[in-house]
């Protein structure tokens, strides 16, 4: 089992549609982070949220980071097809970093 | 500025056969990592350094071994390759290791192991 569980796994919408996923765990984290990967690269980070609670925005994507530090969402506001891509979240726990398999979205134009 | 590069870009290769999986950064972090990239299993750690001449095992370190022998290069080293360790492979750096600290990931190597 995933020490992360990311949902959806697959997400398919259209253009100018909203959406949010999650990333949860029964275990608490130092950090989160938000990372998007392109097929035949590597992940680029979005974003890091440390403290329970925590909301950032990065343009039309907002990531919430929870209460008790377990679980994190992200939300996307009117998607564009430049946002297909995976999602991947990540706990700090320790030094390490413990990823969710990731949710996989294309925006159909 | 290269970042991040890693080679081969894909391979494939004969079970029992040893291969190294070369990564080289040019951003003077401190800590690297490999993690692997399976379907449904997300990244997973392979083993990390948190500085040159150190290292230590991740999630998953068994049929894997690592150096670092300077800053910039950390090569992966499949002693033995067997079927199980197809997968993508991902170096990755961050100035310091840490839950704070951004990783920034190469370009993967897709190994097949026959």
């Known amino acids: 089992t995933q020490l992360l569980e990311q949902s959806p796994q697959f997400l398919s919408i259209q253009e100018g549609e909203n959406l949010t996923v999650y990333c949860n765990s029964s275990s608490v984290f130092s950090s989160l982070q938000w990372y998007r990967q392109e097929p035949g690269e590597g992940p680029v980070l979005l974003v890091t949220?440390?403290?329970?609670?925590e909301v950032k925005k990065l343009k039309r994507l907002t990531f919430q980071f929870g209460d008790a530090r377990k679980d994190s969402s992200l939300h996307i506001t009117a998607a564009q097809p430049g946002d297909t891509g995976l999602y991947l979240c990540?706990?700090?726990?320790?030094?390490?970093?413990?990823f969710g398999a990731g949710t996989r979205l294309t925006v159909k134009p | 500025i290269a970042g991040i590069t890693q080679a081969p870009t894909s391979q494939i290769l004969a079970a029992g056969r040893r291969m190294t999986l070369r990564c080289t950064q040019d951003m003077r972090h401190n800590a690297m990592y490999w993690y692997r990239q399976d379907l449904g299993l997300g990244l997973r750690l392979i083993h990390y350094?948190?500085?040159?001449?150190?290292?230590g095992k991740g999630e998953v370190p068994d049929g894997y071994s690592v150096s670092r022998a300077n800053t910039d290069d950390f090569p992966l080293t499949l002693a033995s390759a067997v079927p199980s360790q197809t997968s993508v492979y991902f170096c990755?750096?961050?100035?310091?290791?840490?839950?704070?600290?951004?990783?920034?990931f190469g370009p993967g190597t897709r190994l097949t192991v026959l």
């Open positions: 949220v440390v403290t329970g609670g």
């Open positions: 350094s948190n500085t040159a001449g150190t290292t």
């Open positions: 990540a706990g700090g726990i320790g030094d390490d970093m413990r």
């Open positions: 990755a750096s961050s100035q310091n290791r840490g839950g704070y600290n951004e990783q920034f």
